[in-house]
């Protein structure tokens, strides 16, 4: 049985940060590239940034130079360090596992940018 959890989120004011984690069970972690999306109200789910296998990474230009992905396969976890947070960065943040075919989601977590 697959379970990506995260954890981290909640309210913070304009400028702050927060650290998003999402441990993986059941899953060879290490193989899977593994990805943040988010989702505001009224909008798609949109990438937020991933991480391969071998460690290369990828933004959305809207997070480039304030978050940061990284990984400890050790772990099965995969982090979303998130600074300089604006309002518009609110969202459910969910974490995905993606392995041709096979893709998970976790449940998501709230993230509130607000003063």
């Known amino acids: 049985q697959v379970q990506l959890v995260e954890s981290g989120g909640g309210l913070v004011q304009p400028g702050g940060s927060l650290r998003l984690s999402c441990a993986a069970s059941g899953i060879t972690f290490s193989r899977y590239a593994m990805n943040w999306y988010r989702q505001a109200p009224g909008n798609h789910r949109e990438l937020v940034a991933n991480i391969f296998s071998g460690g290369s990474t990828n933004y959305a230009d809207s997070v480039k130079g304030r978050f940061t992905i990284s990984r400890d396969d050790t772990k099965s976890t995969v982090y979303l360090q998130m600074n300089s947070l604006k309002p518009e960065d609110t969202a459910v943040y969910y974490c995905?596992?993606?392995?041709?075919?096979?893709?998970?989601w976790g449940q998501g977590t709230q993230v509130t940018v607000s003063s």
């Open positions: 995905n596992a993606y392995l041709s075919p096979l893709g998970y």
